[in-house]
């Protein structure tokens, strides 16, 4: 229904951009795919096991829960049976061996607790951060990264594998999306002017999707 509802929208706004052209301007996203760390692609040898821990809901949950679902089901695509989330790696007797929160930026003494506590080879750590809250961090991380004060939508998604029997990081790559207002510029008054069109642009799931979609055809 939500989606047949998305659908009825765009087709919505498409139409009013083509019939009323001189109200409505179609704004482009842009995207980055940075490789920070990539050592490897994808392991793809048999009975290899991936934890795949999507660590987003803890910076924007309401917005990103459908990239749980994204991420896990690209895995289970690629994996069949070999790739888990934290919910469903369990042992013979149906326990959770996992109890403990897994952060994106993942400590040694977790790494080596997997290590010692599992039978996984891979685990697999993304989260997602919005223009907002990459210009509103005070972290210095980020500060590369900063949008424009004309940002209308972007996000950041970053995405690593570690490996964890031989403890080292196997890929980082982070991906990121922006649509911007620009104005237009005035050859007559030499100045840039705003035209008072109302922007259609990609929204910020379908923005985190493409940026997916990128990283997932570079680790293949």
């Known amino acids: 229904m939500k989606k047949r509802l998305l659908l009825t929208i765009i087709l919505l706004c498409s139409s009013c951009s083509i019939l009323f052209h001189n109200h409505f301007e179609r704004k482009s996203a842009n995207y980055e795919l940075q490789d920070l760390w990539v050592a490897a692609t994808l392991d793809y040898n048999d009975n290899v096991k991936y934890l795949v821990n999507t660590t987003q809901e803890n910076?924007?949950?309401?917005?990103?829960?459908?990239?749980?679902?994204y991420v896990l089901n690209f895995f289970r695509d690629e994996f069949k049976n070999q790739s888990y989330s934290k919910v469903n790696y369990k042992d013979n007797n149906g326990k959770t061996l996992i109890p403990f929160t897994l952060d994106y930026e993942l400590s040694q003494e977790y790494i080596n607790?997997?290590?010692?506590?599992?039978?996984?080879?891979?685990?697999?750590?993304?989260k997602i951060l919005n223009a907002n809250q990459i210009n509103n961090s005070n972290d210095l991380q980020y500060n590369n990264l900063k949008y424009k004060s004309n940002v209308l939508a972007g996000s950041v998604v970053f995405f690593k594998i570690i490996d964890i029997i031989n403890n080292r990081k196997v890929i980082e790559l982070r991906c990121k999306s922006?649509?911007?207002?620009?104005?237009?510029?005035?050859?007559n008054t030499n100045s840039y002017e705003d035209d008072n069109k109302i922007a259609l642009y990609t929204n910020e799931e379908q923005l985190i999707k493409k940026c997916s979609k990128r990283i997932f055809r570079r680790i293949k």
């Open 59 to 69: 910076y924007v949950a309401n917005h990103t829960d459908f990239y749980n679902e």
């Open 178 to 187: 922006a649509v911007y207002d620009n104005p237009k510029f005035n050859f």
């Open 113 to 126: 607790n997997l290590k010692q506590i599992t039978d996984l080879d891979y685990i697999v750590l993304t």
